[in-house]
């Protein structure tokens, strides 16, 4: 019986084969099409999601209305990290993050100095970042590697291009300059294989920047008024809280030092 209904549509495709024609490449392009379409929702909808407690974890950015015009940055004013440490309940750990594009400086044998020039990527970071999220640690201390100030962590793909002839272990206590800002390795971390919007590869101690007069007036840590791109930070909460009473905290917060700032 089913032989017979495969005889009849064959016979029915020779008869009208034109017709048969548009029908299989009409079929082809539906397909390919869904097949297109799942794969970028399904790329864009994996990143960063294999971090432990992802769903708790949140990027503040900064929403602005400039002459009835709506736009936001994933950048924030300096003191906010500090002002969510201090005065915002039901954060678990924060995690501020400055994204630099310095020269950078490796000093090899026989007084040869490698530069990698305006290197992108390159952050100053505090240990809560390796709390937040979670990276392999090949060497140094996973606990406190950016407590210090001009230390550094490499992910395992940037120090293999600085030191491609040294083991991980070898690797501590190596010098990187960023500009001018001598650094000591650290730690180690391995490159985040999986679809990430984390590509940084650098993470300089933040508290490197309250001991470098540039990198202290970069980050302006006490200026409520203006915003920078290259000022981030993330945030984890803790469980069962809304991100909705995170938001409502800290916008009173900001709402209140910045007409401050403006009556004096």
Partial sequence: MIKNY????????????????????????????????????????????????????????????????????????????????SQVTGVEFTA?????????????????????KAQDRVVLADQQYFKIFNYTWLAGSSAHALDAPNHVVLTSDRAKLYFPSLTYDQMIGKVVTYDTIKTTVSGIVQTIKENTDLSFHDFISYSTGATNKDLADDLQLKEWESTTSASEVFIKLFPKIAPGNIAKQLNAIIKKKQSSALRS
């Fill in 6 to 85: 495969f005889k009849i549509a064959f016979r029915s495709f020779g008869r009208h084969k034109l017709f048969t024609l548009i029908n299989i490449v009409g079929l082809s392009i539906g397909i390919s099409a869904a097949l297109v379409i799942y794969l970028i929702v399904h790329y864009d909808f994996t990143f960063d999601k294999f971090h432990k407690d992802s769903n708790r974890i949140y990027r503040v950015v900064s929403n602005f209305s400039f002459q009835g015009q709506q736009s936001h940055t994933s950048g924030v004013c300096g003191p906010v990290p500090g002002a969510i440490k």
């Fill in 96 to 116: 501020p993050v400055f994204t630099l594009s310095p020269d950078v400086f490796i000093a090899g044998k026989k007084n040869i100095t490698t530069r990698f």
